[in-house]
């Protein structure tokens, strides 16, 4: 079976160009990067680039899907939440056509596991990415903190599969 695994692209990220899959840093990315690697070729969504291969030389760029500002929980004024969740959606409706322009590099994969936020979901979905055989580990678990024992689960549930 061939598997292909799409992570979200982090805010922290090399400030020299780099492979996709070294560039970024974020505390999540790092965790679940060594889980998944050796299930199947690795590819990042990202909120500059779009869909690339974890091989594709990237610069740094500071740009996000997010509709929600980082610690929204704190106490933002409404027009700076405002704001972020516009620039946010902007970024997304930017994206959504590069995205479909890029799917094509997930032909011939009999399975994609996709480990991203409902934002960077929102964009694979409008893209297209539906017509592949998706699961959503992210979203099946509840979300990211619950993300590294669901996926030392599913890779034993691939593990006894084949894959």
Known sequence: MKVAVIL??????????KPAIESYSGRNY????PMV??????????SHYGLISGDTMIETYDSTFET???GYAK?????????????GLDQQSKMVPVVKSQLHQLD????IITIFSK?????FLGAGGKVYNVDDWQHKCGGIFNLPKHI????????????
């Open 37 to 46: 690697k050796p299930l199947g070729d690795i590819f990042i969504l990202s």
């Open 75 to 87: 106490n933002y004024s409404i027009e700076y939440k405002r704001e972020f969740k516009k620039i």
């Open 108 to 111: 011939g994969y009999d399975k």
């Open 152 to 163: 030392t689960n599913k890779i034993d549930e691939y593990s006894s599969i084949g894959v």
């Open 30 to 33: 790092n965790k679940v990067l």
């Open 8 to 17: 979200q692209c982090s805010k922290n990220k090399s400030l020299t160009p």
């Open 119 to 123: 934002s960077y979901m929102n964009v």
């Open 68 to 70: 929600v500002p980082p």
